[in-house]
């Protein structure tokens, strides 16, 4: 078992060869850098603070947890972490986090994570966008900030 | 280039030592079904959110993940024992390999190169020793195809870091490294860093000085490895880069993974050393013991002597592959570079024993 014959040696290997070259000069293609082996590639750090669209204007969500109607009236309550469960895009209006991986990797986890929650709230009839405010230092650089939205979430 | 393709393809030889790297691969295989257990226990991933790299559908259900784990538990143990090892372990790499595509959230490069390096050794004639049911003696002569293929996988990676931190001026300027001691130091220091150390360590010009080493030892080991000259050089720098890295960083397992996979870089025989103690002097019964014990990679064959006029006097002479002899330091330095355990004190012990009549120098042997 798991034998292989002279020929697939060959092959085998120039095929895990080729596979594994590409996944690591394509790694600048993916957010993440998933399959690059770039080990420590950054020493940066994030806040998150959650903000949500309602009619037009934006409000702040304070440690990811608010109160939204769903389409009966009733007043329900909602939280980040009830769906988002990952340490660093957990950590809401907390002191800066670790950005493992680098910054854009968290970045483009957490705009994956707000369009999850937005699929996932189907009791806010309130809610047309969640939103993030995140302040970053770069390899401990001054700080900047961005803004990232979910798609709209409500007809 | 052909002759080299074809030297490498039909390359025989023992594969005692796969065994051991099989065992620690099964080790950390277990440690992983083991995290991944526990985290199921707090809940199923698929029940928040995640970012799978595969179709949603293809993701596995509560149940479906939950069988994969305990799969993955019992397959690390096989493994580990050495019963159906090399089917054990290519499924664990190939399930392995699908949760890591299940949610990249729970991506980690030391978990990706785990399977990878599990993967290859599953193609090699990695269960013929370390068995639980005894080593099957009459299979003493193996391929080393797939091994070798593993050890050029260790270099990719090498490759892969150091150059990526090579084409990043932060790296090249010592900007993430320090901050990285500005961030992380108190761990270092929780972990039994001397505190002074860690400062030293976060000064701007050391910080400058470490990312430029940093880089230039990730390179040098992609290549370094390969070359019969440096080899125990890059092997012992290697190892102590990763110590410091483990010391300093939290890396799950990467360190014991690529310290596993420096071992296939031993030369594929065993015994080719002889260590002659003198059983009449605690001194020699000790040291031949405590090498046997921890002799993993099965470098030495361990013998009383009869005291002749040579080795007279000694407590312990070790014969090196080319029939030379090595006692004092030098006997101690052999010992070092080929015990794992001792490995990090060949470096120095080598550096002293060079000033010594006998010498280190002898890589080959």
Redesign the interface.
């Known amino acids: 078992?798991?034998h292989?014959g002279?020929l697939g040696?060959?092959v085998?290997?120039a095929c895990?060869?080729a596979g594994?070259?590409t996944l690591?000069l394509t790694?600048p293609l993916r957010a993440?850098r998933?399959?690059?082996?770039?080990?420590?590639?950054?020493?940066?750090?994030m806040e998150i603070h959650l903000v949500r669209e309602v009619g037009g204007a934006r409000f702040a969500v304070p440690r990811g947890e608010w109160n939204a109607r769903d389409r009966s009236g009733q007043v329900r309550h909602f939280s980040w972490r009830d769906?988002?469960?990952?340490k660093t895009?957990a950590a809401v209006d907390t002191p800066p986090v670790?950005a493992s991986y680098g910054l854009e990797t968290q970045v483009a986890?957490l705009q994956?994570?707000l369009d999850?929650?937005a699929d996932h709230i189907p009791g806010d009839a309130e809610t047309t966008r969640l939103g993030a405010e995140v302040v970053f230092r770069k390899?401990?650089r001054e700080p900047g900030s961005l803004t990232l939205l979910s798609h709209s979430r409500l007809p | 280039m052909f002759s080299a393709?074809r030297r490498?393809?039909?390359e025989v030889g023992d594969p005692y030592v796969l065994g051991v790297v099989r065992v620690v691969l099964g080790v950390l295989l277990f440690a992983n079904a083991l995290r991944a257990a526990r985290e199921l226990k707090d809940?199923y991933?698929g029940d928040?959110?995640h970012?799978p790299?595969v179709p949603e559908a293809l993701v596995p259900s509560r149940t479906a993940y939950t069988v994969l784990v305990v799969a993955q538990v019992l397959l690390a143990v096989l493994v580990v024992a050495g019963y159906w090892a090399?089917?054990a372990i290519?499924i664990s790499a190939l399930a392995g390999t699908y949760v890591l595509c299940c949610d990249?959230?729970e991506?980690h490069?030391n978990r990706?190169?785990l399977f990878?390096y599990s993967l290859?050794l599953?193609?090699s004639p990695c269960d013929r020793s370390f068995c639980v049911a005894g080593d099957p003696a009459s299979l003493r002569i193996g391929?080393l195809?797939?091994a070798r293929?593993a050890q050029?996988?260790l270099s990719?990676?090498y490759?892969?870091?150091g150059g990526?931190k090579l084409l990043?001026p932060?790296?090249r300027s010592g900007?993430?490294?320090?901050?990285?001691f500005?961030?992380f130091g108190y761990q270092a220091v929780a972990r039994g860093v001397p505190p002074a150390l860690v400062d030293w360590l976060a000064r701007p010009e050391v910080g400058s000085a470490l990312a430029k080493l940093a880089i230039g030892t990730e390179l040098f080991l992609a290549a370094g490895l390969w070359r019969r000259r440096t080899r125990i050089f890059a092997l012992w720098w290697g190892a102590c880069f990763h110590l410091l890295v483990e010391a300093t960083?939290r890396v799950e397992g990467f360190t014991w993974l690529t310290l596993a996979a420096y071992a296939l870089f031993a030369t594929p025989d065993v015994r080719a050393r002889k260590l002659f103690y003198d059983s009449t002097r605690l001194r020699g019964r000790m040291i031949a013991r405590a090498v046997s014990l921890l002799d993993w990679l099965g470098r030495f064959e361990i013998k009383p002597w009869a005291p002749d006029a040579v080795k007279t006097g000694r407590a312990v002479v070790i014969v090196r592959r080319d029939g030379t002899r090595a006692t004092g330091v030098g006997a101690l330095a052999m010992v070092a570079r080929t015990v794992p355990l001792l490995f990090p004190l060949w470096g120095p012990l080598a550096f002293i024993a060079s000033f010594t009549k006998g010498g280190e120098a002898n890589a080959a042997a």
């Open positions: 078992m798991l292989v002279p040696r060959v085998f290997a895990w060869i594994q070259t690591v790694a993440d998933a399959f690059g082996f770039r080990m420590f590639p950054e020493a940066s750090v769906r988002v469960h990952d895009l670790f986890r994956h994570a999850d929650v390899n401990g | 393709i490498w393809r039909d809940g991933f928040a959110f970012w790299i090399r089917p290519m990249r959230l991506f490069h990706w190169a990878c290859l599953a193609l391929p195809w797939a293929l050029l996988q990719l990676v490759l892969a870091s990526s990043d932060d790296w900007r993430v490294i320090l901050e990285r500005h961030l960083s």
